[in-house]
């Protein structure tokens, strides 16, 4: 269903391949802010193929620069991070956050000519929490992306970045699958085990849902649903947003406000950057009794970050050690023995291959969200390659605040989408929140 060629067009992104080109439309999460301190370390950023050198000046700005010097192109990452810029150590020029050479000091002051260098730099901005790079070719770049996630008070914001060691796409089609949930994290769980009130027991009643699906003004969408109490339908909602955005049902709709992003580092490795509202229903995370569902931690331990290019928020249960798997959890209390949420999705993404070979593919109605996805950005790509489209969201990232993933239960005979607006104009809106206060 998906040719080689199509599939090489959806997974390259470096520079000069058309979905790097893509991508580079937008502003692209690169690190947490936190991994960047005034006058600190600077940082090996690896960013849609790019090497490039991340770091925060004296006064707090950061700078995000191609990681060679361009007087001859050592690397900036042994670079002195003081008084206002980054020194290179080889020959000491020095490099303000926009680039700019501010010192050329192996130079005698007649023959300087710092006015005339500058290093390729990134336009960078921060929000909530978030390092956000543009690396596309506009003189003023677009508006930051606005999804609810990425507007909640920084104060109310969980933030996680891990990484994953395949190509983006596979990475994130895992997010819009939705009918794995009931296998690969929860296949040992029976409905007997979950609290009867909680809305996603309808989850273990059914497992093989029926789907809606729809492209949107920010990309797609779909409804998992099946049977709940007579007369009624469980709904669950997910989207993808343009570029990389995927938005998972992880509670009620009404508060389930959160975003991942897979941020390609190059074409075999990705960041997922997470976003989620701390005022949101808690996960489902435990039985009936309140115990702990076993391992079905959300959250996973990472190793040490080191400064090596793909050294950062790597999961310490990993492709090397198979993920810590533990048959005899498996045989009894865990469909994978793998623990933990992002392990599980690790496990099965990696195992694909860096790059899935897609053409190897059986799809069935239960891929119909990957499919009309794939094809989304499939049409996006070739018009802005054939006729230089603006990819959805770039010049009205506004459009994506509509959309919300989560579960609902709506009346049999409701029309799907009459059912999702209806919840979203009840829901809980976080900057609605904020502003009540
Ligand atoms: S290579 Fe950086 S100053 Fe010479
Ligand atoms: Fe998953």
Redesign the pocket.
């Known amino acids: 269903m998906t040719s080689q060629m199509e599939n090489e067009l959806l997974t390259g992104v470096g520079p000069g391949t058309p979905m790097g080109a893509l991508m580079r439309q937008y502003w692209v999460p690169a690190c947490l802010s936190s991994e960047l301190k005034a006058d600190g370390d600077p940082l090996r950023l690896m960013l849609l193929g790019e090497r490039l050198i991340a770091f925060r000046d004296s006064a707090g700005q950061v700078g995000v620069l191609d990681h060679r010097c361009p007087h001859r192109c050592a690397s900036l990452f042994f670079g002195r991070n003081e008084e206002g810029g980054l020194r290179c150590v080889y020959h000491g020029w020095k490099y303000d956050v926009a680039g700019n050479c501010i010192d050329m000091p192996n130079l005698p002051v007649d023959r300087n000519f710092q006015g005339r260098v500058k290093a390729k730099a990134y336009k960078v901005a921060e929000r909530g929490g978030l390092v956000y790079v543009y690396m596309g070719e506009r003189d003023v770049a677009p508006q930051l992306p606005a999804l609810e996630a990425m507007l909640c008070p920084l104060d109310e914001t969980n933030l996680w970045a891990r990484q994953r060691q395949c190509n983006w796409l596979q990475a994130l089609e ?2 819009i ?1 939705t009918s ?2 009931s296998f ?2 929860t296949g040992k769980i029976t409905v007997n085990d979950i609290d009867p009130n909680h809305l996603e027991r309808f989850q273990f009643t059914d497992r093989a849902p029926r789907y809606h699906t729809r492209r949107t003004d920010w990309g797609t969408m779909y409804a998992a649903y099946r049977p709940a109490h007579p007369g009624y339908i469980y709904y669950r909602f997910a989207h993808f947003v343009f570029p990389f955005w995927a938005l998972f049902p992880n509670g009620p709709l009404t508060d389930n406000v959160l975003a991942q992003g897979w941020v390609p580092m190059d074409d075999t490795h990705t960041m997922a950057f997470t976003l989620s509202w701390t005022r949101k229903t808690p996960v489902l995370q435990l039985d009936k009794l309140g115990q702990p569902l076993p391992l079905l931690d959300r959250v996973s331990p990472t190793l040490p970050n080191t400064a090596d290019w793909f050294g950062r928020w790597r999961v310490a249960a990993n492709q090397a050690n198979d993920y810590l798997i533990d048959r005899e959890a498996q045989r009894t209390i865990s469909y994978t023995g793998i623990a933990g ?1 992002f392990p ?2 690790s496990a099965v993404t990696e195992s694909m291959g860096e790059i899935s070979d897609r053409t190897l593919e059986n799809l069935a109605p239960s891929d119909r969200m990957i499919v009309m996805t794939r094809r989304r950005l499939i049409d996006a790509v070739r018009a802005l390659q054939d006729k230089g489209t603006v990819p959805p969201g770039v010049d009205d990232p506004e459009i994506s605040s509509a959309a919300r993933s989560g579960d609902l239960i709506a009346p049999e005979g409701q029309p799907w989408l009459e059912a999702y607006e209806q919840t979203m104009g009840q829901a809980l809106h976080p900057i609605v929140a904020l502003a009540a206060e």
Do not use: A, I, R, Y
Request: aromatic share 10%.
């Open positions: 895992g997010d699958d794995h949930f690969l994290h949420v599980q999705d």
